[in-house]
């Protein structure tokens, strides 16, 4: 069965046989579907921007930016030329090379965008840093990554930044963004627009080859320390072709990616893809409240929306007669990423949106979507959907100690059998692959085995090709001789409506090995105590059957995330378990 929403009907998806699509694609013809520069080059910046500008869309809008207080302020292709090519001119005023760092630390204002896209037609590596990190992941991420300039404002520089000045001394430039005379009055900074404005007009796109670095990602650091993971200027082929694949963009498009720049996510698919594809981008300096979103969807007539599994659970909790208080009639395809979709939200966003959420797996390392949900293909809740066209996805075995397992030839032992489960591995070779973590390349080297990648993610994979995420494989329970994904137990405590959050871990047990433990925070008007404790593990062992639900049930106040949502086990267990905490530097409210 196609599931369609009756609002697209005229709307074809962009890829309406799958089969089809993986049998013809190649890269190369990917490739070729950009310009491209002189002498086989390739630069994100011309792709996304100086290409339309030049061409029939130069007057289409490519950015809207929806302030916190501002008015809404739009950007046509043209007019995003212009501030990009002067930025791009400013470097090079400034001196900053080839090959080195320009970070940013700002919210998301039209700087933060033109900053990106002027570094890359520079040639120089962009490194967006999350602006509600703190000074020590600032300084951490600055000091990792080399960074020659920094793009921020005046109240962040002077709330985070000042502090660090002398601990940077490889930071050359600060270049602030807001009011002329407190500019002016910090004597160590630099005025951007003043500098960008003296820069004067156009210029060339640096001739940046595909395979230079172009970008620098810190990953989110759920799982340990975060990671500045690598990306070249051809990783925009995947960029384009996944956006065209799995969220159905294309021009005409009204996108709204909702995460922030300072996540993978939010550059790859909030600034480059719909620009490589010539779209209309949504972009809101503010953080999610319910009526405000569904206010943007409604009034930008948004028709493709990337979002994540926590707002869309929001939304869920707030009820489906909220969302019908909206016209989201132009609405045509939404998608999640970052964590695991619970079944019910995809069931649920059918109800309210007349359209189902679709899951989508990627990481950091990938630089773009790797396994999903297509517009064309049904959806099963829960399941992260298939690889896209051009990436082939198989399960590997791994030992005891979570290694993979090689035959003697030095092959990866895969898994055929469906519904088994191992780890998630992907062959090497599509354009947004990872390049390198800065500064460590034995970290590198050991995300590959036998020809694959492994990414580290447990997953099983049914008859029909569909792929299901089981865990992260630190996350993972072993108990009593079962393995145990958290998340399943999760999405089930979270169907209860007295749970609001859940966080799940294995607790050391003399004679289970690992026991299943449950963090729960209680739902606005539960009550906590031993009957609702009594009933919520009751109603998951009938859920889970008894050698997957919890064994022990604690409630908290609420369950630690970094900030792009994501639930950190590792440090509810070392809490639990009395063990230092680690890198928090992404801890939500941390
Ligand atoms: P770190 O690598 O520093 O521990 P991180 O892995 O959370 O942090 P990201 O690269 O931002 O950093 O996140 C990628 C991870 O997020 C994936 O490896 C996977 O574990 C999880 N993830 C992303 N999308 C999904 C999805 N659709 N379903 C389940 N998990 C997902
Ligand atoms: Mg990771």
Known sequence: MTVENPRAQGVPPNMPDYELARRRFSWASARARL?????????????????????????????????????????TYAELKRETDRFAGMLEGLGVGRGERVS??????????????????????????????GPDPILQR??????????????????????????????????????RDEIAAIPEVKDLRALMDAAGAAREVASTAPGDMALLHFTSGTTGRPKGAVHVHEAVVAHRETARAALDLRPGDVFWCTA??????????????????????????????????????????VTVWYTAPTALRMLMRAGAQVAREYDLGSLRFIASVGEPLNPAVVVWSREA??????????????????VANFRSMEVRPGSMGRPLPGIEAAVARRDEDGLPVLAPDGTLALIETPDEQGELVLAPGWPSMFRGYLG???????????????????????????????????????????????????????????????????????????????????????????????????????????????????????????????????????????????????????
Request: with cysteine; proline share 6%; hydrophobic share 40%.
């Open 142 to 179: 600055l000091v990792l990554g080399d960074a020659r300039a920094l793009v921020t404002t005046v109240a962040l520089y002077r709330r985070k930044v000042a502090e660090l000045r002398d601990r940077l001394p490889r930071l050359e430039h600060v270049l602030l963004v807001g009011d």
């Open 260 to 301: 922030d720049p300072g996540w993978v996510t939010g550059t790859s698919y909030g600034i480059i893809a719909p620009l490589a594809l010539g779209v209309t981008s949504v972009v809101d300096e503010a953080e999610l409240e319910i009526d405000r979103w569904y206010g943007i969807l409604q009034d930008q007539r």
């Open 353 to 370: 949106f007349g359209v189902p959420a679709h899951d989508n797996w990627w990481q950091t390392e990938t630089g773009g979507i790797m």
């Open 440 to 590: 460590e390349e034995e970290r590198y080297r050991r995300c590959f085995a036998g020809g694959w990648y492994l990414t580290g993610d447990l997953v099983r994979r049914d008859a029909d090709g569909y792929f299901w995420f089981v865990g992260r494989g630190d996350d993972l329970i072993k108990s009593a001789g079962h393995l145990i994904g958290p998340f399943e137990v999760e999405s089930v405590l979270l169907e209860h409506p007295a749970v609001a959050e859940a966080g799940v871990i294995g607790r050391p047990d003399p004679v289970a090995g690992e026991i299943v433990k449950a963090f729960v925070a209680i739902a606005p008007g539960g009550e906590e105590g031993e009957p609702l404790r009594r009933e919520l593990l009751a109603f998951a062992r009938r859920r889970l059957g008894s050698a997957v639900a919890p064994r022990e049930i604690e409630f908290v106040a609420s369950v630690p995330r970094n900030r792009s949502g994501k639930i950190m086990r590792r440090l509810i267990r070392a809490r639990e378990l009395g063990l230092p905490e680690g890198d928090v530097s992404t801890l939500e409210g941390g």
């Open 35 to 75: 310009e491209g520069l002189p002498g086989g080059g390739l630069n994100i910046a011309h792709e996304a921007v100086d290409r339309h500008a030049r061409g029939p869309l130069s007057d289409a809008v490519a950015l809207r930016f929806l302030g916190k207080r501002r008015p809404q302020l739009e950007l």
């Open 104 to 133: 940013a630390l700002a919210g998301r204002i039209p700087e933060l965008y033109i900053a990106a896209l002027g570094t890359l037609k520079h040639g120089s590596v962009f490194c967006p840093l999350f602006s509600a990190f």
